[in-house]
């Protein structure tokens, strides 16, 4: 079953997600050539607690950490250590939660560290961004789940291709829905697959975290062996992009985004709902 929030839900998943925007912002900071995994893990734990709220990650399923902190081939998943200092050259993606008053945010995004970033990776970043804004202006009334992953796919396949061949959008991992557990129906796809059909319909109080991943290689993974990450079957690197979105009356609300995704969404003629927090 598929979980419809009220307007008053909504409002507290945009309270969470504002408290994950922060995290974004202050992880961002700290991703600097010499930090390690664990240091922005304790960055993301100082924003949660001066919030007032809770982690989502740390406890979930035996997860160790409140981050997610996953480097170059590392597609999802990375266990924030010590071991792990970024250095010059790095690609991080960062995947971070909040819960508020039982209600959850869930967001990622991927920065660089330092400089002299090959441009192939500069463009894997910024195609799979894109591709989570195509899919979030694809979460329309009326529309059904298969259209957001039909936007997603769509996009990445217009681009031209990256000097390996081709991008690669990751199979096993996908979107779902978010609402008062961090993960729930439906799950969502990133591309379009024949057997799942056409999805659930978008109606007002659907809630959904859109996170396309991409290689640029293979869309294939494994898991290590400590059972959480989440590697590329080919080394090679990958990109993760991720928001939490609801769905009203009045279009949609982009919770994890300080600005509800307003900026983003008019470049594809989207119109936002009014922040709920005014």
Avoid at 33 to 44: C, E, I, S, Y
Avoid at 178 to 185: C, L, T, V, Y
Avoid at 186 to 192: I, R
């Amino acid at each position: 079953m598929v979980q419809i929030k009220t307007p008053e839900q909504i409002v507290k998943m945009r309270e969470a997600g504002l408290v994950v925007a922060a995290i974004h912002a202050a992880t961002r900071e700290a991703a600097v050539p010499g930090a390690t995994t664990r240091d922005l893990d304790m960055v993301a734990r100082k924003v949660i607690a001066d919030a007032g709220a809770k982690s989502n990650f740390l406890g979930y399923g035996g997860f160790p950490a409140t981050i997610c902190t996953s480097v170059n081939e590392v597609v999802v998943h990375g266990i924030p250590d010590d071991k792990t200092v970024l250095k010059d050259g790095d690609v991080i993606s960062i995947d971070a939660g909040a819960i508020v008053d039982g209600w959850h945010g869930d967001a990622a995004y991927t920065a660089f560290v330092g400089t002299g970033h090959a441009p192939e990776l500069i463009e894997l970043s910024r195609v799979t961004e894109e591709s989570m804004w195509a899919g979030i202006a694809a979460m329309k009334l009326g529309n059904r789940l298969v259209d957001i992953s039909k936007a997603i796919e769509g996009y990445i396949r217009r681009q031209p291709r990256p000097a390996t061949g081709k991008y690669g959008i990751i199979e096993d991992y996908g979107g779902h829905g978010i609402g008062s557990e961090m993960h729930m129906d439906p799950h969502l796809l990133n591309y379009v697959s024949r057997k799942r059909g056409k999805g659930i319909k978008l109606v007002p109080g659907v809630c959904l975290a859109i996170e396309p991943m991409v290689s640029l290689g293979t869309p294939q993974t494994e898991v290590l062996a400590d059972d959480w990450t989440v590697i590329t079957t080919d080394g090679t690197w990958s990109s993760h992009w991720e928001h939490s979105i609801a769905l009203t009356e009045a279009g949609p609300i982009v919770l994890t985004s300080p600005d509800c995704g307003k900026a983003k969404l008019a470049e594809y003629g989207v119109t936002t709902a009014p922040d709920p927090l005014g």
